[in-house]
């Protein structure tokens, strides 16, 4: 997964030979070709690999979390939510599950559902400034903007960096000063 963010599409395709070629019977290397796939784009074949790292390992639930990802890269919103369940029912401190709840809910623009399970997904990970940016945007976008305020300013303060939280703050800031 660090090489997918990196974007390091040779080496992950070089590491996903190897670990197939190592053993095909553990659901992390089906994890890492599916994830070259997904980086080059073939959200279809990265869902199969992810789906034969859950046959191989039903009770992995980083392979459902992958797999939710690639059904949202599709649209397919039902069947993400689903990985991301199944991914949950394997491991309730998943916050990466949470997170692909409260991300499909944010795109259907069910901001006070996506806010329950970003919130859930903060509490396992609190000190995750990607979390903290988007429960703060689910709570600008329910006109919580103070507590929204909040949120996007303490994900600034562990990651300065952040464009996203960045620019969302500077929206909920715009948007207080206009009231």
Partial sequence: ?????????TA???LAHEVVAIDRT???AWCVVGNCFSLQKDHDAAVKFFQRAVQVDPSYAYAYTLLGHE????EDFAKALSAFRAAIHCDPRHYNAWYGLGIIHYRQEKYAVAEGHFRHAVQINSGSPVLLCYQGMVQHAQKKSMAALEMLTKALSLDEGNALAHFH?????SALDSD
Avoid: E
């Fill in 71 to 74: 059904y949202i890269y599709n």
């Fill in 12 to 14: 992950l395709s070089y």
């Fill in 1 to 9: 997964t660090v090489l997918w963010h990196l974007r390091r599409d």
């Fill in 26 to 28: 553990h659901p992390q």
């Fill in 169 to 173: 703050k500077a929206v909920v800031l």
